[in-house]
């Protein structure tokens, strides 16, 4: 296909998406064949599904986002990766000791006894902070239930915690989140700790690991995702401010869990380095189709900023650490 043609049919598309969301449609736009298929700069669910966490289950992606919709978890299954459907609330009920309406990041793990764990964040009543509690299911659609009686990360001091996600490494399950200081003018550090064998409790001490050192981070980084890769890790992350052009993906490296952790000089996808294809893309998640073959799962503005919908991009491990390759006729001018 040549270059006017692709071109042509990306802005045709683009166009169609935007009708459907203006619509309230909540349908997946139909693709075919693998995500590598997807017209770069085009969401695979294009409704508003902040914060995306994908789990693959016995052949099926289950996709978890940030409340919107009626829902206080947003998810969506799909087969391939780019046709989605909208589930139910994955998590209906809250508990009294929390504050409804700001319900954010899933993250969902599946256990060894084949279990699902889901940490969430949300609005504490005492002290109202955001902090990361955490909710059971047996199935991966839900619904999941809220465990225990408190938060299980939530430091006052620190201003909160949000973002949770996990890593196993050498069969130990870890917890990684971030705490929320940006709410509070101080630094934002992702930690992690290790966890309990079901997942319902802290087990280990705070490792700090990195906080915003680089200009185009701003004043925060966020939304930690650890990928053990080869001997050692590898971590994405968010930084700058979500709701603008700023919001970018930055990626980091060690040889272990307490570092040292050295940084990816500048973003490894942002709104610049994508051409515009995607604005103030983050909320990032790793995914391996079947064949083996990982994706990048990431929010991205519409043209407007009024809402982030879901993307799919495949990646490219260039000196070991994830990039999307963008063509070069798919990048606007």
């Known amino acids: 296909m040549n270059s006017a043609r692709r071109a042509f049919l990306a802005c045709v598309s683009a166009a169609i998406m935007t009708a459907l969301a203006v619509s309230g449609c909540t349908a997946a736009v139909e693709h075919s064949g693998s995500p590598a298929d997807a017209i770069p700069g085009a969401p695979v669910l294009n409704v508003n599904f902040a914060d995306p966490d994908v789990v693959q289950v016995d052949g099926t992606y289950f996709a978890y986002a940030t409340n ?22 994955a998590l209906p009920k809250l508990p009294s000791w929390i504050i409804p309406g700001k319900t954010w990041a899933p993250e969902v793990t599946r256990l060894s006894d084949d279990s699902f764990v889901m940490y969430f964040t949300a609005t504490n009543f005492a002290p109202t902070l955001q902090c990361i509690g955490v909710a059971t299911a047996s199935d991966p659609a839900g619904p999941f239930t809220v465990q225990g009686d408190a938060m299980i990360i939530c430091p006052e001091d620190e201003g909160g915690a949000i973002d949770a996600s996990t890593v196993v490494i050498d069969d130990v399950l870890y917890l990684v989140w971030k705490n929320d200081g940006n709410c509070c003018e101080l630094d934002t550090w992702i930690q992690a700790a290790t966890l309990s064998p079901d997942g319902l409790s802290v087990t280990g001490d705070p490792i700090m690991l990195l906080m915003q050192t680089e200009d185009w981070e701003g004043s925060l980084i966020e939304a930690p995702t650890v990928i053990t890769r080869g001997s050692g890790l590898v971590m994405l992350y968010s930084a700058n401010s979500y709701g603008d052009a700023r919001y970018a993906v930055g990626a980091a490296s060690a040889a272990s869990i307490d570092g040292p952790w050295t940084k990816e000089i500048g973003p490894i996808l942002s709104t610049d380095s994508s051409g515009g294809l995607y604005r103030g893309p983050g909320g990032q998640d790793l ?38 390759v963008i063509p070069n006729e798919a990048i606007q001018r």
């Open 68 to 89: 919107d919709n009626n829902r206080n978890v947003q998810v969506a299954s799909s087969a391939n990766l780019l046709d989605w459907e909208v589930l139910p609330d």
């Open 287 to 324: 995914v391996m189709d079947v064949d083996g073959q990982d994706y990048l799962v990431f929010h991205a503005w519409d043209k407007d900023y009024t809402y982030r919908a879901l993307h799919v991009a495949e990646v490219d491990w260039g000196a070991d650490i994830p990039r999307i």
